[in-house]
Each structure stands twice: as structure tokens, then as C-alpha cells.
């Protein structure tokens, strides 16, 4: 059987089957066709698949991580016994902690104010200004707005930000 023939013969599809056959769950032969070797089912194969198929499956137990159990003969106040003050304490702090680092900005540098910054972004120099970052863009292109090209970025100087604002409003 070709492999259209054999997957009707399964009700499965030809995707499914060649998955089967790369597992090594169906056994499958080599035949010469006309334009070169092609697969070949028997249906012998086919026939001992589906038995397999059929079967329940066995678990294997060693695969799947096995739940906490706690023993039975615990002493019922062991399971439910409330955190301590301490405790609680240091876990807050922890999570204050976390989540204060999670909040800096780059590799844990800490957030600078636009005023202080020694290169803005096109973001934070329209932030700073108040002129729409579009502008800003098409003012750099034009050559108006000085900047450098920091890697795939462009950076504007606070020094040039500050000329390019007093141009446009003389």
C-alpha cells in the first residue's frame, strides 16, 4: 500500500502517518517505483498498529513529576499553621525589592530626569519640548536638528534640541 492508501486504511492522514512511520510506530518498506524509491505499508503492519492502538495505554510514571503527598497521620495543626510576623516581613521586603528592580529601566541603571540626560531620544526630546516627535524626525533628516547615529538610533543633545527650539520661534 502507498502511504494515501494506508492512511484511509487507518482513518488517520498522510501527515499523521509519516509521523507514526518517523517514530517507529508503524513499520514501513521501501519499494522502486517509477521515478525512484517510494514507502511501502503491508497490511500485516497496519493491522498490528491498530491492535497496539487499541490497547489502553500504559503510564509511564517515571515521565510525570509526582504531587506533593503529605502523609495522612500529619497532625492537622502542622497544615494549617499561619505565616509568622518575621516571616511575612521578609517576604514583603523581598517583593518590594523585586519589583523596584523589575521597574529600572537598562541593566539596572537608574532612571535619570530628561533635564539631566546627556543624549535624548527622539521620544523624550519631543517629551522635553513639546514638539511632536515627527517633526523632530523630519527636522534631523532635513539636517535642522543636529543628532548622531548611535547604533540603530538617533540621538539629539539637549544643547541642540534647545537651538532648534529657538529657530523656530523667531
Known sequence: MNKQEAAEYL??????LQRLTADGEIVAGMVK?????VTDYTKDDLDAYKKRAAEPQQRDDTRYVKPHVIPSDA?????QRAPSEQSM???VAALSDALREAQTPGNGVADVPL???????F??????????ESHLRAAYSDGKLRGAKIGRGVRVSPDALKVFIGRLLK
Open 11 to 16: 482513518n488517520i492522514s498522510v501527515r499523521t
Open 33 to 37: 517505483g517509477k521515478t525512484g524509491l
Open 75 to 79: 497532625p492537622s495543626h502542622a497544615l
Open 89 to 91: 516581613t521578609m517576604f
Open 115 to 121: 533635564r539631566d540626560k546627556l543624549t535624548l531620544s
Open 123 to 132: 521620544k523624550e526630546a519631543a517629551r522635553l519640548s513639546g514638539v511632536p
